[in-house]
């Protein structure tokens, strides 16, 4: 009997120890998890019930409104209850955006009519509508929270300048959509002041904030972290820019043309600032005198498309000495509203500079983040700071052409190091094809190409006989070849009036057009580039051509990554106004290319053994 009970004593202490245990577990602070180098999903974290919701305004550095006070932004934040109830503090992941207010329409009535000669000053567009503001407080945004706050890390939002509730002008890249978010960082690193209100002074303070923080975003929100990380700011560690625009001047122009990013023919710089500008309707007529009607009407220039002052003020590849963010760069080698070119850029500089950095490139059109383990990768290293050897990860990661997004082929760099450029010169073959050869052959005559852009640059690609192009093929690839890099060309050309449009394609043949199959976008076209031939010498003044003289250009198209497929051939299209991006002058003037001065440098993974064995 007694043996009984004290076996019945000992199980009912063994219960109290588990329930006294249990409760120590319970209590104990939650914290983020990693496995595998990633920050993981943590339960306590995941219910949107116990999130908290807060708005406030962040005071700048500057006052772009005219009101004679230092512009406010407005900021919201998503975090974990345990950062109110348990003192935990934790990383942010911060994005910012003049989109989250709402827009302008993108009716065409509202863009530049491209319907112009070169050369001759634009008619004046019509101006949209005032933007009714969207959104309720305290939530701008709720992008990204899904994401990372189940993983541990806090997510901040604000309005840029003259959109939402925050004060000041859209600037469209001037100075002040830096330190907008730069403000921001520095209120969450304890430097900068946050209010209750937009004009009051009860103060907030980020003391959930470890002091680190990684931006990240998609085309103009892929853009501002990179404006933040140009002007050094303290605690921001890492970036992730997704299709950003790095200059204002390769987004609305291309070697001295007045050149639109693809699917939004007219916009100019001014027309981006109408279909952003949702800030306070009071102050938006000060903006618009000042920044609009002034700054950018007299400094985007579209009738000449020179490179000058105001557009090197907003190129941030001008800007990157004081960076130092580490660096995942994500693009589509097939965007053409924001073009390769504005990653590419960037990543170079800053792996110059040694700044950490990474590349993703993926083989579809705008947008495509990278795949979440590489973000979270980047980010748990950088942010959190555990050792997870991403750092010594592959440099380039790109999606091959029958791959998935979230399947990239890890390569040592972009470029492939084993790229090297192959030249290639033309002969003669209008209205149909010339040949493209490794070899310079004996002199060439010129050949005759007449503008209209009412032919679009797919059509004349698929053309047997036209006198609106030129094309160049090499031989049919017996083998399938690998392009990585940027083709350059130059061309000796004479044109029958003082300016003219030049375009340049790179395309696979025969063109994919079948009914059976819906083409991929990578089967057509390779990369293409376009210039203004009055700009040979310098970028920054136009030359008038003298009709019928002979001019020297040399530019680079965008760059690519590509396997183009055994069974096809590689051509070099040239022509004049492209329907799809740039002006659209009266058909009928003539382009005369002198073969014999014009040749194509492509980067070819193995360089020329390994274009010679594709073509033999």
Known sequence: MRKNLSLSVACLMLIQLWAVSSRAQQNEPIKPVFKDGEAQIVKAFEDPAYWIREDLWVETEFDSDGDGLLDRMHVDVTRQRQTESEGLKLPVIYNSSPYFAGVAGNNPEFFWDVHQELGEQPKQHVHPPEIQRLGERPIISKGHVDTWLPRGYIVV?????????????????GDNESLAPKAVIDWLCGRAKGYKTRRGNEEVEAYWCAGKVGMTGTSYNGTLPLAAATTGVEGLEAIIPVAPNTSYYHYYRSNGLVRSPGGYLGEDVGVLFDFIHSGDLD??????????DDEMKNGQDRVTGDYNDFWAGRDYLNDMEPMKAALLMSHGFNDWNVMPEHSFRIYEAAKAKGIPTQI?????????PPPVRMM?????????????GVENDAKAWIVREDDERDKPTPYKDYPNPDARDV????????????????????????EILVDNYSFSAEALAQAEITEHRLIYVSPVLKEDLHISGKAKITIRAASSKPAVNLSVYLVSLPWSNSQWRKAK?????????WADLQ?????????PLEPGKFYEMTFELQPDDQVIKAGQQIGLMILSSDRDFTLRPKPGTELTVDLNGT???????????AYKNAIQ
Do not use: C, M
Request: charged share 25%; proline share 6%; hydrophobic share 25%.
């Open 535 to 543: 700009n040979y010498k310098t970028l920054r003044e136009s030359e």
């Open 157 to 173: 939002h604000s309005s840029s300048p003259g959109t939402g509730l925050s004060d000041g002008s859209p600037t469209v890249g």
């Open 360 to 368: 993703y490139y993926h083989q579809n059109g705008h947008g495509g």
């Open 599 to 609: 040749s194509i440098e492509i980067p070819v993974v193995g360089g020329i053994e």
């Open 376 to 388: 979270n990768r980047w980010f748990t290293r950088y942010l959190f700071g555990i050792e997870n």
């Open 423 to 446: 030249k290639l010169y033309l002969t003669a073959g209008a209205p149909e094809k010339g040949d493209l050869l490794t070899e310079k052959p004996p002199k060439q005559a010129t």
């Open 521 to 529: 976008i990578t089967d057509n076209l390779i990369t293409r580039g």
């Open 283 to 292: 102050k938006r007529a000060y903006a618009r005198e000042h920044v609009r």
